[in-house]
């Protein structure tokens, strides 16, 4: 896979990121671009991943629907036979609803494993079994909810903790096929579908953490960025942790 050895640099890299036309995918796919690669931005809402294709650098959109096999494999097909192959996968797509388990409809907890986790199956499965060589990169986006629970967020929370033992998993048994596979964890971050969460839940979970503020896509990006590179060819199996401390614990005074 020709890329430049510059810090973010992936000029020559074709990387596919699901759930690319909004939020922290959208933030990823455009950094992606920056960085020199071509990005095809795979999305369920076509109309939405032909906006963010439609500015400047290499950029194409598919329509992707992660939970449907014939779906994921028609997609994969069209992205290597556009661009001649795939280096790089960008597992984003995802589902945080936030319903009590004692509210819980069995519809929308399958929902959430459908896209959380069995698209993330789908898709890497996809990915692994097109043609290529040594150094493609598999991304899976976590989320501290995997290691930290959430009221409301069972389904959330046990999906995320299940991509995180997927990704270790993956990085085993693709290790023959020269493919690396790791998570990023965000933290809260800045994005149009966390604009409708409570002000007090919010302002409880930045003061207990280290940094005092949201995340933003672009500081996810960023890890992904480290992840996809080539300097990054001894790190598999890991979880890189991007949320402001939040999991090294809550800061208490001198006891």
Same mark, same amino acid.
């Given at each position: 896979?020709? &890329?430049?050895?510059?810090?973010?640099?992936?000029?020559?890299?074709?990387?596919?990121?699901?759930?690319? %036309?909004?939020?922290?995918?959208?933030?990823?796919?455009?950094?992606?671009?920056?960085?020199?690669?071509?990005?095809?931005?795979?999305?369920? /809402?076509?109309? &939405? %991943?032909?906006?963010?294709?439609?500015?400047?650098? &290499?950029?194409?959109?598919?329509?992707?629907?992660?939970? /449907?096999?014939?779906?994921?494999?028609?997609?994969? =097909? $069209?992205?290597?036979? $556009?661009?001649?192959?795939?280096?790089?996968?960008?597992?984003?797509?995802?589902?945080?609803?936030?319903?009590?388990?004692?509210?819980?409809?069995?519809?929308?907890?399958?929902?959430?494993?459908?896209?959380?986790?069995?698209?993330?199956?789908?898709?890497? *499965?996809?990915?692994?079994?097109?043609?290529?060589?040594?150094?493609?990169?598999?991304?899976?986006?976590?989320?501290?909810?995997? =290691?930290?629970?959430?009221?409301?967020?069972?389904?959330?929370?046990?999906? +995320?903790?299940?991509?995180?033992?997927?990704? +270790?998993?993956?990085?085993?048994?693709?290790? !023959?096929?020269?493919?690396?596979?790791?998570?990023?964890? @965000?933290?809260?971050?800045?994005? !149009?579908?966390?604009?409708?969460?409570?002000?007090?839940?919010?302002?409880?979970?930045?003061?207990? *953490?280290?940094?005092? &503020?949201?995340?933003? !896509?672009?500081?996810?990006?960023?890890?992904?960025?480290?992840?996809?590179?080539?300097?990054?060819?001894?790190?598999?199996?890991?979880?890189?942790?991007?949320?402001?401390?939040?999991?090294?614990?809550?800061?208490? !005074? @001198?006891?």
């Amino acid at each position: 896979m020709a &890329r430049t050895s510059s810090p973010g640099g992936l000029s020559g890299a074709v990387a596919l990121v699901t759930g690319g %036309a909004q939020g922290i995918g959208r933030g990823i796919a455009e950094a992606f671009r920056d960085a020199g690669a071509t990005v095809v931005v795979a999305d369920l /809402d076509a109309e &939405r %991943a032909a906006e963010v294709v439609a500015g400047p650098g &290499r950029m194409s959109a598919l329509r992707l629907d992660v939970r /449907d096999p014939a779906s994921v494999e028609e997609t994969f =097909r $069209r992205a290597a036979e $556009r661009h001649g192959r795939l280096d790089i996968l960008v597992n984003c797509a995802g589902r945080y609803p936030n319903t009590p388990l004692l509210d819980m409809p069995l519809a929308e907890w399958d929902e959430v494993y459908a896209v959380n986790v069995r698209g993330v199956m789908l898709t890497s *499965q996809a990915f692994a079994r097109l043609p290529g060589r040594d150094g493609r990169r598999i991304i899976t986006v976590s989320s501290a909810a995997a =290691r930290s629970a959430r009221v409301g967020a069972s389904h959330y929370c046990s999906s +995320k903790a299940a991509v995180e033992m997927l990704t +270790k998993v993956l990085a085993l048994e693709l290790s !023959p096929l020269g493919v690396t596979v790791n998570a990023v964890a @965000p933290g809260l971050i800045e994005v !149009p579908a966390t604009a409708g969460l409570a002000p007090e839940y919010v302002a409880t979970l930045v003061a207990g *953490q280290p940094v005092h &503020r949201m995340g933003t !896509p672009a500081e996810i990006a960023r890890a992904c960025l480290f992840l996809a590179h080539p300097d990054a060819s001894f790190v598999t199996g890991s979880v890189l942790d991007v949320d402001g401390g939040f999991l090294a614990g809550t800061a208490l !005074p @001198p006891s």
